[in-house]
């Protein structure tokens, strides 16, 4: 498979969570509360792509799939895509863009506070993503910037982790794999 063809259908992918929240308001389908079923199913998504995009490169080094790099900038921008969209749900129809309530809230409640804390981090990793930027910084400190991903994808899962009240299975999962992949890049540091 050519790699645009490959690129145009991943793309194609990323946006069918999208979708997918699309139809079921088109179908009001959303729940009880469809406002925290978007919030959180594109906090999720968000998340879900961050860890998509921090296994790219073990997958790439055990697998031998060298193709995979050509795809973790686009992995990372949908990670940062869907983290806005999450943003912005929480900003406008949670707190109608009311800047005392987002303020006390962020002060107020620490899952909220870790994850705007990871957001605001991701925003300096998305504009930096082009070439240029790789070229304007200097491959060295570039890196040196894009490993905030780590902090952020901890920042992330911490922030799912204090959202939940009950089951904490599901973010307990996405920690565990978390753990999978910082613990291969600390082996692999180790080795060198």
Known sequence: MKISLLKVSVFLACLIPL?????LGYADRLGANPIEFVT????TWALTFLLITLAVTPLRKLGGWQWLIKLRRMLGLFAFFYACLHFLTWVWLDQFFDLHDIYKDVLKRPFITVGFAS????IPLALTSTNAMVRRLGGKRWQRLHRLVY???IGGVVHYWWLVKKDITQPAIYAAIL???LGYRALAALRK
């Open 19 to 23: 979708a997918r929240l699309g139809w």
């Open 40 to 43: 959180r199913s594109l906090g």
């Open 119 to 122: 957001f605001l981090l991701l």
């Open 151 to 153: 902090l952020i994808a």
């Open 179 to 181: 753990a999978v992949l």
